[in-house]
């Protein structure tokens, strides 16, 4: 498992992926304690209980689906407390809620620390596949300049037009590399690498 620090509004709120499922926790007692109230109130909730409930038949379903090989045979998947961890006691460190529960909870806590903590977790998630993307769009822009100033410059080339053909080349490789460093941070974030 991996931490990773994240503030808001002064206050550290740790967030754990797990490279084994992909999975993000969020520090529910950071959370709470942001707002002066427990997540043990929050758990007592109807809402919570049965949502609660959902999630846990849901990842044990999914388990179960894992666990079975193509032929029927049962696999050496190994299951996990709850099914896939929607809650996690980590003693001194505190109390760790799967990425659904925990903005199920901000969403309790406040509604701008709700939209926050999605925020975060897209970040997280889905960071560096944006910065992948805007990196690949920016590639394959530069490369239709080239090729457009490789066409001028076959009938009247100028100085100008070879300086801003360079550019437009440096342009397209600076983004290739930030595609690859992309992909390596979000590789090594969840451990892949």
Do not use: C
Request: proline fraction near 3%; charge should be neutral.
């Amino acid at each position: 498992m991996k931490t990773l620090e994240f503030i808001y509004e002064e206050t550290q709120i740790h967030f754990l992926v797990n490279p084994t499922d992909k999975n993000v926790m969020v520090n529910a007692t950071e959370m709470a304690k942001l707002f002066g109230k427990e997540t043990r109130v929050f758990l007592k909730t109807d809402h919570a209980k049965a949502f609660i409930e959902v999630a846990e038949q849901a990842l044990n379903r999914a388990h179960s689906d894992i666990e079975q090989a193509p032929n029927g045979a049962r696999s050496d998947a190994k299951r996990t407390p709850n099914g896939g961890q929607i809650i996690d006691n980590r003693g001194h460190m505190g109390i760790y809620f799967d990425r659904r529960l925990a903005l199920k909870f901000a969403a309790w806590l406040s509604p701008e620390f709700e939209y926050w903590i999605y925020s975060t977790i897209d970040e997280i998630v889905f960071g560096n596949y944006k910065k992948h993307w805007e990196a690949h769009a920016h590639q394959e822009l530069q490369k239709t300049l080239m090729d457009k100033t490789k066409s001028k410059m076959l009938f009247n080339p100028t100085p100008e037009m070879v300086a801003q053909y360079f550019e437009y080349e440096r342009e397209y490789n600076w983004a290739k590399k930030e595609k690859t460093r992309a992909i390596r941070n979000q590789l090594k974030l969840f451990g892949a690498e």
